[in-house]
Every structure is written in structure tokens, then in C-alpha cells.
């Protein structure tokens, strides 16, 4: 899959799909196949049988640094972004350069950065503790 414009899956009310959440990243363009590599390592984690069920309803994004001249193939759960509006630019912007993504609940709002320190699997529980 190669990146388009999408916006997050919603249900009949406007929430994200299954009251679920959404989890965005920063993928800088220069670094990319290193990030892929984390992410996989992290989003597999996640679907282990102990976190599978908190992390169902979860959307991935990840937003490249270098707009729609990101070209890459990132794996069917992740998004490939290459636009957001300026002021979510800005914070994912700001917490990429403290090592963090964000994440948004299921009304559209900024649940909580989420510290990409430690290994995958610590991302995976840390993620899993603010998605319950």
C-alpha cells in the first residue's frame, strides 16, 4: 500500500470506529525503514494474545515528515499519511522530537503521548494501558 489521504474511520455518531482509538506517529522520510521496522516490532506486540483485545480497535497513522513525496510500503495496519492540519503537524512535531506518538480517543481528542522508549513490547503495554 502506498500512502493517499484518508481520515479515520468513524462510526454513525462521529466517534472513531468501535469507540475505538487512533495512534499517530511522525515517520521521518531520512529514517523510515528503521521506524517501519519498530513499528512492526511494536504493532506485533500488540497483537499477542494478552493485548489482542485492547488493541482491536485501534488506527494507526503514520505521518511522513516529507509529505506526499513519501513513497513507501508500510504494512495493511498502518496508514501512510502525508498531510495533517497545521495545529496536529505541530503537536506530532513536538512530541516526535521527544520520542513519543500520540494518541487520540475515540471523540477526535488527545488522549495522551505515548513514550517510545524500551523495547517494543514496553511500547505495546504502555500503549495498552491508556487504550483500556
Not at 7 to 32: C, P, S, T
Request: proline share 2%; glycine share 4%.
Amino acid at each position: 500500500m502506498f500512502g493517499n489521504m484518508i481520515n479515520a474511520e468513524k462510526d454513525k455518531d462521529g466517534h472513531l470506529r468501535n469507540k475505538g482509538h487512533l495512534l499517530m506517529f511522525a515517520l521521518q522520510n531520512v529514517n523510515r525503514d528503521a521506524q517501519l521496522k519498530m513499528w512492526r516490532s511494536v504493532l506485533e506486540d500488540a497483537n499477542s494474545e494478552t493485548l489482542q483485545q485492547q488493541f482491536s480497535s485501534l488506527q494507526v497513522w503514520a505521518v511522513c515528515d516529507e509529505g506526499a513525496l513519501c513513497r513507501v510500503s508500510v504494512p495493511k495496519y498502518i496508514t501512510l499519511v502525508g498531510y495533517l492540519d497545521p495545529s496536529q503537524m505541530r503537536a506530532l512535531v513536538n512530541v516526535s522530537t521527544k520520542h513519543q506518538a500520540l494518541l487520540y480517543d475515540s471523540d477526535k481528542l488527545l488522549k495522551s503521548p505515548i513514550d517510545l522508549s524500551g523495547t517494543s513490547n514496553d511500547i505495546a503495554r504502555r500503549l495498552a494501558q491508556e487504550v483500556q
